[in-house]
T-cell receptor
Framework: EPEVTQTPSHQVTQMGQEVILRCVPI?????FYWYRQILGQKVEFLVS????????KSEIFDDQFSVERPDGSNFTLKIRSTKLEDSAMYFC???????????FGSGTRLTVV | DAKTTQPPSMDCAEGRAANLPCNHS???????VYWYRQIHSQGPQYIIH???NNETNEMASLIITEDRKSSTLILPHATLRDTAVYYC??????????????FGDGTTLTVKP
């Protein structure tokens, strides 16, 4: 069964550093998403991406965040200057043209120290 | 997206059917009901979705009331591996919409031996 692949599985970074979280969505999917989950809290929407542009973003997704699909296969989330409160699991999801449910990756655990 | 209400927790005996309710009394005519689950800190896993008819797949059945104000996810023969947080989400679904899904607190299902 096709999978969404996320790398790395765990990243530790110092406060103020830039991080890039990488995702390889399912190859024929059209819609791409980033969600995050702070330990013990809800899964929160960050951003959706379609047709090479952001289609919707949440209040969390401020100027420190950006997304790119640089080569037609990878989908990246960049956090420019990490804060302690960015520590969370980050999940990438994708959705095909038929709609239905998202397929999520197994996540990247980001720890900001 | 319409708001959903789920019980915070439920128990189920292994091998028995697990029936997870969801209330979505403000659902709009073009909104679908989706179910996902999250096992420990893994990425959410899509289970099933429906508009107004009952649906069944290899994982579960979805029963939607005639007025569409509530639904029930049925796991016909629960196993220990079905222990997870189950999320009921309503959202518009068509192939021009890349909109977000809003995850609530869900129902923590514990399957007991």
């Amino acid at each position: 069964e096709p999978e969404v692949t996320q790398t790395p599985s765990h990243q530790v970074t110092q406060m103020g550093q830039e991080v890039i979280l990488r995702c390889v969505p399912i190859s024929n999917h059209l819609y791409f998403y980033w969600y995050r989950q702070i330990l013990g809290q809800k899964v929160e929407f960050l951003v959706s991406f379609y047709n090479n542009e952001i289609s919707e973003k949440s209040e969390i997704f401020d100027d420190q965040f950006s997304v790119e699909r640089p080569d037609g296969s990878n989908f990246t989330l960049k956090i420019r200057s990490t804060k302690l409160e960015d520590s969370a699991m980050y999940f990438c999801g994708s959705l095909g043209w038929r709609g239905g449910g998202y397929t999520f990756g197994s996540g990247t655990r980001l720890t900001v120290v | 997206d319409a708001k959903t209400t789920q019980p915070p927790s439920m128990d189920c005996a292994e091998g028995r059917a697990a029936n997870l309710p969801c209330n979505h009394s403000t659902i709009s005519g073009n909104e679908y009901v989706y179910w996902y689950r999250q096992i420990h800190s893994q990425g959410p896993q899509y289970i099933i979705h429906g508009l107004k008819n009952n649906e069944t797949n290899e994982m579960a059945s979805l029963i939607i009331t005639e007025d569409r104000k509530s639904s029930t996810l049925i796991l016909p023969h629960a196993t220990l591996r079905d222990t997870a947080v189950y999320y009921c989400i309503v959202r518009v679904s068509d192939n021009t919409n890349a909109g977000k899904s809003t995850f609530g607190d869900g129902t923590t299902l514990t399957v007991k031996p």
